[in-house]
C-alpha cells in the first residue's frame, strides 16, 4: 500500500507499535553507516495509516553527503512487517527491485526507489525508502464514493480522472513482459502463468486455513471453480497484483504522478487485474451500500474504455472477478483474525470478509449460470 504527500487511508489500520523517535535516530544513524552521510541535519518521521501489510513512514531527511552536497529528502520508509502478518510472505527487497526493473522498463509514474537495505539490524526487518510523491490518492475510508476530494470534482472531472487511471492500467498491459520476467516470473509451474497463480492462490488458501471462519464453503466452492474453469490461451502480461485507483496519485491536472504498491507483481494474464479493479470497485461502492458518483464509469462502461485503451477484449471476466474475490476473502479473512488478536470486537472484525465472501457469493452464481 502506497502513500502520497497527502497519505492514504485504507481499509483498516492499527496504531504502529514502533516508537516514532527511537525510528528517527536509527534513521539518522543508518544514513550514517550506510548512506555516505558525513551529516545528518534533521530527521523528521511521521507514521502513516498504512494498514497490516507493511510498516509505512514518511520522513524528511536533510543531510550532507561526503562531497559536502546538501540533501533535504522527503521519503516513504517502507519496513517489512515485524508484529502483524497478513499475507504467507513479505519481501520488501522484491518489491523495490520490481518497482525498479519496471522504471527500467517502460516510461510508467513509479516512485524512485532511494535505498535499500537487508540487514534486520536496523529496524528488526529489511526495508527500503522511495522519494515522496506530490499529489492526492483517492481515499479507501472513507470511500471516495461517499466524500472526500474525488466527491468534490466535478463529473467531468471525475471522467477525466478515471480515464487516465485506467488508461495507464492498459500501459502497464501493453509492456513487453520479457522485459522484467527475470524479476517476475511466476513461481514454477508446468503449466502457464495463470496456471502458476491459482497455484500460489490455492496454497495460500491452504496457509490461512484457521482464518477461513466466515463463509468457509463459499471460499471452498470458488477455490474448486477457479482450478476447474481455469481459461486457456491467454497471453500473459506484466500483472500489478493490486490494480485500483486507490493505488496512484494524482496530480492537480488529475494526471497519474505515480502507480504504487507492486508487492503482488507478476508475470500472467490481464484478466488478473481487470478483474481485482471491478472487483475493488464495487467492494468500494456497491457492495457498501453507496452509488457510483456522476462521472465514474459503471463495471461494464469501464471494462470497455479498458478494452478500448488496450485495443482488445478482456476474455473470460467472470472467470477473473471471482478469481479476485476469492483473493481479497482469504486477505479478509486473515485481517478479521488480525483484527481479533488486537481487541477489535467480533462483528467489527469478520465485517470485511463478510462483505467480500458476499461479493464471492454472488460471482459464482453469474459465473455458474
Known amino acids: 500500500m502506497g502513500v502520497g504527500r497527502s497519505g492514504k ?198 496457509w490461512a486455513d484457521a482464518d477461513l471462519q466466515i463463509n468457509r464453503s463459499c471460499i471452498a466452492e470458488a477455490l474448486r471453480y477457479v482450478q476447474r474453469a481455469l481459461p486457456g490461451d491467454v497471453a500473459p502480461v506484466v500483472v500489478w497484483g493490486d490494480a485500483r485507483i486507490g493505488n496512484m496519485i494524482f496530480g492537480a491536472d488529475l494526471s497519474v504522478a505515480a502507480m504504487l504498491d507492486w508487492e503482488a507483481a507478476t508475470i500472467g494474464p490481464a484478466g488478473i487485474d481487470v478483474g481485482w479493479w471491478l472487483m475493488f470497485e464495487e467492494y468500494i461502492c456497491e457492495a457498501s451500500g453507496l452509488t457510483r458518483l456522476p462521472g465514474i464509469p459503471s463495471r461494464d462502461e469501464m471494462l470497455e474504455r479498458y478494452e478500448s485503451f488496450r485495443g482488445r477484449a478482456v476474455k473470460n471476466i467472470n472467470y477473473f472477478e471471482v478469481l479476485a474475490a476469492l483473493v481479497f476473502s482469504l486477505i479478509n479473512s486473515r485481517l478479521a483474525t488480525l483484527l481479533r488478536n488486537a481487541g477489535v470486537d467480533e462483528r467489527q472484525a469478520g465485517q470485511f470478509a463478510e462483505r467480500s465472501t458476499g461479493m464471492l457469493s454472488r460471482g459464482l452464481d453469474v459465473a455458474n449460470a
Open 9 to 206: 487511508a485504507t481499509s483498516v489500520t492499527i496504531a504502529t507499535q514502533r516508537d516514532i523517535d527511537a525510528t528517527g535516530r536509527t534513521l539518522h544513524r543508518w544514513f550514517v553507516a550506510r548512506a555516505g552521510a558525513r551529516v545528518v541535519h534533521d530527521v523528521e518521521v511521521t507514521p502513516s495509516k498504512s494498514g497490516f501489510s507493511n510498516e509505512t513512514f514518511m520522513c524528511r531527511v536533510r543531510w550532507s553527503d561526503a562531497a559536502s552536497n546538501e540533501h533535504d529528502d522527503s521519503l516513504v520508509l517502507r519496513i517489512e512487517p515485524t508484529h502483524h502478518q497478513l499475507f504467507p510472505t513479505s519481501d520488501a527487497l522484491h518489491q523495490a527491485a520490481v518497482t525498479e526493473a519496471l522504471a527500467r522498463a517502460c516510461r510508467l509514474p513509479l516512485p524512485q526507489i532511494r535505498f535499500t537495505e537487508s540487514e534486520s539490524q536496523w529496524f528488526g526487518a529489511a526495508f527500503y525508502l522511495m522519494n515522496r510523491i506530490d499529489g492526492r490518492i483517492p481515499t479507501d475510508v472513507p470511500s471516495y464514493h461517499k466524500r472526500g476530494w474525488v466527491a468534490e470534482l466535478s463529473a467531468a472531472e471525475r471522467a477525466r480522472l478515471y480515464d487516465n487511471a485506467v488508461a495507464k492500467l492498459a500501459e502497464l498491459h501493453q509492456l513487453d513482459q520479457r522485459r522484467v520476467a527475470p524479476v517476475l516470473s511466476p513461481m514454477s509451474s508446468t503449466g502457464s502463468p495463470l496456471q502458476a497463480y491459482v497455484e500460489h492462490v490455492t496454497a495460500w488458501a491452504r
